[in-house]
Nanobody, 122 residues
Framework: QVQLVESGGGLVQAGGSLRLSCAAS????????MGWFRQAPGKEREFVAF????????YYTDSVKGRFTISRDNAKNTVNLQMNSLKPEDTAVYYC???????????????WGQGTQVTVSS
């Protein structure tokens, strides 16, 4: 069982940066692939990035490649998403999630946080 709590969301101007953090509880955090997803109003939840249990593999959706960076610290049970060069279309609720599989599929993720709002103004 893993409990996840996101933080770091907020309002930022286009071109700005935000760093999201996800704090996990549970002794098995280091065994999970961790992912970030987002959901904009009226749209389905979509994959953003994942990082494997060791941190050795990362994967991003095309629209954020080169702008977002996912990282994790297994000693601190945290996973972060550094978001640079933000665009208005990045506006969404961002969710942290945990999976036993290193895949970008929403249905593979069994544990979810409550989400944090990111708003990018133009």
């Amino acid at each position: 069982q893993v409990q996840l709590v996101e933080s770091g969301g907020g309002l930022v101007q286009a071109g700005g940066s935000l760093r999201l953090s996800c704090a996990a509880s549970g002794r098995t955090f280091s065994s999970y692939t961790m992912g970030w997803f987002r959901q904009a109003p009226g749209k389905e939840r979509e994959f953003v990035a994942f990082i494997s249990w060791s941190g050795g593999t990362t994967y991003y959706t095309d629209s954020v490649k080169g702008r977002f960076t996912i990282s994790r610290d297994n000693a601190k049970n945290t996973v972060n998403l550094q978001m640079n060069s933000l665009k208005p279309e990045d506006t969404a609720v961002y969710y942290c999630a945990a999976s036993a599989r290193a895949r970008p599929m929403t249905y593979d993720y069994a544990y979810w946080g409550q989400g944090t709002q990111v708003t990018v103004s133009s």
